[in-house]
């Protein structure tokens, strides 16, 4: 596709459900970034994938946040048992290489809110 | 830990004026400086910025970016209505890092008729 996919756009669940989100990047983009933006904050990184390499999971909050990539395409971002400081929106970026080298390009990301 | 601070933190001007948004940086083994200006949804991007590019113009848009100051500025001339947005600034690291971006918290600019 010309840019980077995410879906759903808006997800609206309870509290203690888990949700999947899921990021198409750009075809021909070897790397994909997850981040969060709260409300009325800066993005805060939380996984990275790039080709067959382990993933860099540093920025991932808790361990109810986890994230896989299949080879080069698709990702899905995973949240169990919600909770409302959850809430945010969830972008997906993919870079051609690494992202210091080559800008990373985001989708329009996928608003969640926990009740 | 990496950090990324912009100022100001909103900014209100008219159509036609002429803006500078501001971004320092602390990072370890600084790679590059990016803007990007964010609507209602995907932040899109305008510059990106390194050792061997330390200054970008595109239309109205222009950045330079301050190796020895770690700072980097975001010039807009005049200014539009379009020109509305939350403006992005975000750093890159080499080694472990990967590329990631550490983000400032944005400045929001407002242009009125």
């Known amino acids: 596709g010309a840019g980077v996919s995410q879906s759903p756009s808006n997800k609206v669940t309870e509290k203690g459900k888990d949700v999947e989100l899921r990021c198409d990047p750009i075809?021909?983009?070897?790397?994909l970034y997850w981040y969060r933006q709260r409300l009325g904050q800066g993005l805060e990184f939380l996984i990275y994938?790039?080709?067959?390499?382990?993933?860099?999971k540093s920025g991932l909050p808790s361990d109810r946040f986890s994230a896989e990539r299949t080879g080069e395409s698709v990702s899905t971002l995973t949240i169990q048992r919600t909770q409302q400081e959850d809430s945010a929106v969830y972008l997906c970026?993919?870079?051609f290489g690494q992202g210091y080298s080559q800008p990373q390009h985001f989708g329009d990301g996928t608003r969640l809110s926990i009740l | 830990e990496d950090k990324v601070v912009q100022s100001p933190l909103s900014l209100v001007v008219h159509e036609g004026d002429t803006v500078t948004l501001n971004c320092s940086y602390e990072?370890?083994?600084?790679?590059?400086l990016l803007w990007y200006k964010q609507e209602k949804k995907a932040p899109t991007f305008l510059f990106m910025l390194?050792?061997?590019?330390i200054e970008k113009k595109s239309g109205r848009l222009s950045s330079i970016l301050d190796k020895k100051e770690l700072s980097s500025i975001l010039n807009i001339t005049a200014t539009q209505t379009g020109d509305s947005a939350i403006y992005l600034c975000?750093?890159?690291?080499?080694?472990?890092?990967?590329?990631?971006?550490?983000f400032g918290q944005g400045t929001i600019l407002t242009v009125h008729p």
């Open positions: 970026a993919s870079s």
């Open positions: 075809s021909g983009h070897t790397a």
């Open positions: 994938f790039q080709g067959n390499s382990a993933p860099d």
């Open positions: 990072v370890t083994n600084f790679r590059s």
């Open positions: 390194t050792s061997s590019g």
């Open positions: 975000a750093a890159t690291a080499g080694g472990t890092s990967y590329g990631k971006l550490t």
